[in-house]
């Protein structure tokens, strides 16, 4: 049985949202035990509120938006399994058969109405709803692995490189000492700007980058990672007279995809061997690891987020079902309880929330208003 606040976070009715003051006791202790298990009650006092406040020193104030991805567009679909991943987890979303998916695409920041940029990390988020009372949620990037491997190092990255009040740009003294503080960000971030960018989300595959636990119906657990890989063919990113014109190019793009055709990926999990690192999300596994192919996600329906399925979901890595387990890696418990806060932030903004960048209209008139 999930939990209340789960319930009210995935309410699709975005009225339910108000509740939001019924349920904060029970949020905050939930988001208390996820700051406590991620290390976040230390001397240091990195708590969700002063990651917040690093978003907006990094991105500005954007009521009613998420804090991070904060542009981004809603799709629904269905996740259609291929059965293979059933012998190493006993959740339900993998035995055969169909199971919708209410999911978010969005670029990587805290401002809602940036230009699309080629090179802006992009993401997939995706909420499975097998039958009964259990829910998947993931987040995914196009990125290889993630620039950091803990909440600190992600505080210390955005402020780092959060624009100077008298330059409107990072300064590269802040930036070089986070460098030399954080080696394996460095290191990340190399294999980061050598990724392949494609032409848009339809052709971007996505990655889990932060490990997890599969485990199967006697008890086994296996350690594993995943990725949406997509099915049409992969096609080099040719943006500059697109970006010129449009600065929502890339999810205009999306939508006049997915409405000619549904878009589907297949989504591959990667198994860890003993050695694998599970607790640092910098380290890419070996090539050589076996995969299994889980079945096709498919995309059939965008809708903007002012009236999307996708608004009220808190795409919070740790709402799990039985058979799927975290795995030791700190920076999920960070990313759950950052989640949390940014929800209840926006949830009480609502009705001061401006338009979305992609609007109804928009969606409606087949990508460009």
Known sequence: MKPFWFKAATATNPGLLVRLGSIGAVLLSVTGAFAYTGGWLSPSRLTPDRMMAAFRDANG?????????????????WFESSGQAAAISKAAVFRPGRVPVIGRFALAGG????????????????????????????????????????????????????????????????????????????RALARIKKREVTSGFANSTFNSLNA???????????????SVV???????DTSEQSEAEDKNYLFDDLI???????????????????????NDATQPWPESRQRIDAGTVTIDRASSEDSGRC??????????????EPSDDPLLSARSASYARSFTLRAEEEHEKPPSAVTPEEVQAGGKS
């Open 230 to 236: 997509p099915v049409r063919p992969v096609t080099a």
């Open 61 to 77: 104030t954007h009521v009613g938006f998420r804090r991070n991805h904060a542009k981004g567009v809603c799709v629904t679909g």
């Open 311 to 324: 608004t009220a979901i808190n795409y919070d890595p740790l709402v799990l079902p039985a058979g799927i």
């Open 256 to 278: 006049v995809q997915i409405a000619q055709h549904p878009r589907q990926w297949r989504l591959i999990v990667t198994l860890g061997q003993a050695g694998d690192p599970t």
């Open 111 to 186: 401002m809602p109405l940036q230009p699309d940029a080629p090179n802006t990390v992009r993401s997939m988020a995706l909420s499975f709803r097998p039958p009964g009372d259990e829910e998947w949620r993931t987040g995914m990037n196009n990125i290889p692995v993630f620039p950091v491997n803990s909440a600190r190092g992600f505080y210390d990255q955005l402020l780092a490189f959060s624009p100077d009040p008298a330059t409107g740009k990072p300064d590269p003294a802040k930036i070089k000492a986070f460098m030399a503080a954080h080696p394996e960000a460095a």
């Open 212 to 226: 997890f636990r599969f485990v199967d119906v006697a008890g086994g657990s296996t350690p594993v990672r995943w």
